[in-house]
């Protein structure tokens, strides 16, 4: 029979093992990543600019609007996603067109601004191009939020007007998520 401990060190015993479950709890959220509301990871070798414009699918599309919390309209989801990674683009589709470089339709890169004439005029619509003859958008109020949409799909392939490229690098990684345990 185990005889049993002093009061002291039973109390010492209970706060070593509080304190340890606290320690390893802080530990394993340090080495895990937050879920985007359930969306599975990007691909692997997608771009992160890429990525993460992917992990707003499902966003509300909200004509003006420009942040996850309030809704896109289409220019507002491109140039939040580019402000992320430390690129400004112009507020409009129209504009964004007049500003960055046309490249050849047959050779967009996931990353590229794809164009559409959606309203009779040119560059009047705007996406992602994400790869695979696909690109990710805000249509509009009538398809309600953020999606992938196919480039041969012929509604879309009948309309596109451009494929531009932003200039220059990426010149600043996204925010990180930091472990509340690490230093600043």
């Known amino acids: 029979m185990i005889p049993p401990r002093p009061e002291a060190e039973r109390r010492a015993a209970h706060h070593l093992a509080h304190g340890l479950a606290a320690f390893l709890v802080a530990l394993a959220a340090c080495s895990t990543v937050p879920k985007t509301a359930g969306r599975p ?5 997608v771009p992160p600019l890429v990525g993460y414009a992917l992990s707003l699918l499902g966003t509300p599309y909200r004509y003006g609007g420009d942040s996850p919390r309030h809704g896109f309209d289409c220019s507002g989801f491109v140039r939040h996603v580019y402000r992320r990674y430390g690129i400004a683009l112009p507020r409009d589709s129209a504009s964004m067109a007049r500003v960055l470089p046309r490249v050849p339709a047959a050779s967009p890169r996931p990353g590229d601004l794809v164009f559409f004439n ?8 705007v996406g992602i191009y994400v790869g695979q003859g696909r690109f990710v958008h805000a249509p509009s109020r009538a398809t309600g939020s953020v999606r992938v949409s196919n480039l041969r799909h012929r509604y879309w392939h009948a309309r596109l007007s451009a494929v531009r490229r932003p200039g220059g690098r990426v010149r600043v990684e996204p925010e990180r998520w930091r472990c509340p345990l690490d230093s600043p």
Not at 41 to 45: I, K, V
Not at 118 to 125: E, V, W
């Open 118 to 125: 959606t309203r009779g005029r040119p560059d009047s619509h």
């Open 41 to 45: 990871p990007p691909e692997a070798g």
